[in-house]
């Protein structure tokens, strides 16, 4: 069996490695896969020879977010892929929020930017309940072109920055349970709850979404997870995902659900590749 795992191209100047390759690489062999690191950029590779293609670490797809789109529609044309193009349309504009909201998840109280002038109103709000914001563009991935502010000035300066990245700005207000209990990141293969990692809070220590350490799957984190997997309809057919959840107001919230190109954090759990990638075999069987 050959499986393509689709990766992109580094980012020289900010670097952001997939570290999930050596566990992926390892499950792979255990399992008698021929596993073939595939970028999606490179036009020359003939996705109908692999048995199914996995989309990974394609971090670099955000500012060619429609481009990307129509390479993962062409691939599903020629063979496997996990998750599938709709998918993958859905869950690459965090705009998705509201419809989760809409069906019952709670998510962090959160407006959507297109100008100046609809950001100004949307400051005031966030303002009002909290003493910092965060923003963030719509389409994003590693905190890049995402800001922390105290002050509406400082908040303006991280919007027009995603503007002129031609992209419409989340505001929300600052969720300041990430500086200390920390983010969850609940990554999810084949439907079951495989592990949990906390996450480096990126507005105030930096990095790219990177993982501090394990944390217990509690049922809290079984509830919230039960709750999203009752909210997304195609949430069967996924092979994975990782949900990232904060604490707010004593109960845990909707950061992010990741179903395009979620890190999901091997290192804590290697066999979360073994279960992967058997899952995808009997998928394709
Ligand atoms: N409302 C918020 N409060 C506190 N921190 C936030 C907030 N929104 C984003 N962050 C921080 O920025 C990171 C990136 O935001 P996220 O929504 O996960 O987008 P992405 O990971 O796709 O860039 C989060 O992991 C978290 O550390
Ligand atoms: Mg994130």
Redo the contacts with the bound molecule.
């Keep these: 069996m050959k499986i393509a795992y689709v990766i992109g191209n580094d980012n020289p100047t900010d670097p952001d490695p997939d570290l999930d390759i050596p566990f992926a690489t390892e499950a792979a062999a255990q399992l008698d896969i021929d596993l073939v690191f595939a970028n999606w950029n490179d036009k020359s590779i003939a996705w109908e020879s692999f048995d199914a293609a996995v989309i990974r670490s394609t971090w670099d797809y955000v500012p060619v977010r429609d481009e990307f789109l129509k390479f993962a529609k062409t691939v599903e044309t020629k063979t496997k892929l996990f998750n599938s193009h709709d998918v993958m349309r859905w869950n690459t504009d965090?705009k998705y929020l509201s419809v989760l909201e809409g069906k019952g998840v709670p998510i962090?109280p959160t407006k959507f930017a297109s100008s100046i002038d609809e950001a100004s109103s949307a400051l005031n709000w966030a303002f009002e309940k909290a003493e910092a914001i965060?923003i963030?563009p719509t389409v994003?991935?590693?905190?890049?072109l995402?800001g922390?502010a105290t002050t509406k000035d400082e908040a303006i300066e991280f919007i027009k920055k995603v503007l002129e990245a031609n992209r419409t700005a989340i505001i929300?207000?600052?969720?300041s349970s990430?500086d200390d209990e920390g983010?969850k990141a609940i990554i999810v293969i084949n439907g079951e709850i495989s592990h949990v990692a906390k996450?480096v809070?990126?507005?105030t220590k930096g990095g790219h979404?990177d993982a501090a350490g394990q944390l217990e799957i509690t049922n809290e984190v079984r509830e919230i997870v039960k709750t999203i997997s009752n909210a997304v309809s195609q949430w069967n057919d996924l092979l994975f995902a990782r949900v990232?959840v904060?604490r707010m107001d004593e109960k845990l919230v909707l950061?992010?659900l990741e179903l395009t190109e979620p890190w999901l954090f091997m290192q804590f759990r290697p066999a979360a590749g073994v279960d992967l990638f058997k899952a995808l075999k009997q998928r394709i069987a």
């Excluded at 994003?140 to 890049?144: K, L």
């Design positions: 965090k962090i965060a963030k994003g991935a590693g905190a890049r995402a922390k929300q207000p600052y969720i990430v983010e996450k809070p990126a507005l979404g990232d904060v950061m992010e």
